[in-house]
């Protein structure tokens, strides 16, 4: 059984920082790419970034470019999300969710396992 477990939310100060993990088990990956989504209340799922396991080749929301960097540990099976100066508009549930290499980079509904999700509260 396939699970993405993330962990590392919580509440930050405007400018503040946080690092989200996602753990993956129960198959291997090695032609997956993991995504980082976000959905603020009333807003639909966005990706913020997305990275290839085997090459991490890296893809960045315009609105998180510079701020945010996604990483991988294919040893630990595991992808990271750095989030450095944190905005208000960062607030949102995190999920971590797997696609397949060929299919649609950024299209919520070509990932086919997503984790349960984690809070990112930014306050001012």
Do not use: H
Not at 3 to 27: D, F, K, M, W, Y
């Amino acid at each position: 059984q396939v699970q993405l477990v993330e962990s590392g939310g919580g509440l930050v100060q405007a400018g503040g920082s946080l690092r989200l993990s996602c753990t993956a088990s129960g198959r291997a990956f090695t032609s997956y790419a993991m995504g980082w989504f976000r959905q603020a209340p009333g807003k639909e799922r966005e990706v913020v970034a997305d990275i290839r396991w085997t090459t991490g080749t890296a893809y960045y929301a315009e609105s998180v470019k510079g701020r945010f960097t996604i990483s991988r540990d294919n040893a630990k099976n595991a992808v990271y999300l750095q989030m450095n100066s944190l905005k208000r508009e960062d607030t949102a549930v995190y999920y971590c969710a797997a696609r397949a290499v060929a299919a649609r980079l950024g299209d919520p509904r070509t990932y086919d396992y997503w984790g349960q999700g984690t809070q990112v509260t930014v306050s001012s």
